[in-house]
């Protein structure tokens, strides 16, 4: 069982950063590919770039590329997503997930989520 917690969504102007956090409970991190998924008022949850256990390689939605970057650290067992020029579109909760097997853009492939931080981008 994991427990997942994020942490450091809020306001912020079209073209700003925001770096959000998620901790994870439990000695198995490293067993876990980690995603961030979000969901927009009135939409359906999409997925937003994701990590694997242990080599680090990432993956990314279209949307995103160039500007987020998602980062773990398996000594504080943390994952990161960097967000860089924000744009309003990105309003949107996000979400932190873990997946056992490898990593996926697929929602069913994640077992656990966090409860969610709200990130919201002014124009």
């Known amino acids: 069982q994991v427990q997942l917690v994020e942490s450091g969504g809020g306001l912020v102007q079209a073209g700003g950063s925001l770096r959000l956090s998620c901790a994870a409970s439990g000695r198995t991190f490293t067993t876990y590919a980690m995603g961030w998924f979000r969901q927009a008022p009135g939409k359906e949850r999409d997925f937003v770039a994701a990590i694997s256990r242990i080599t680090g390689s990432t993956y990314y939605a279209d949307s995103v590329k160039g500007r987020f970057t998602i980062s773990r650290d398996n000594a504080k067992n943390t994952v990161y997503l960097q967000m860089n020029s924000l744009k309003p579109e990105d309003t949107a909760v996000y979400y932190c997930?873990?997946?056992?097997?490898?990593?996926?853009?697929?929602?069913?492939?994640?077992?656990?989520w966090g409860q969610g931080t709200q990130v919201t981008v002014s124009s």
């Open positions: 997930a873990a997946s056992p097997g490898g990593v996926s853009s697929l929602e069913r492939a994640y077992d656990y």
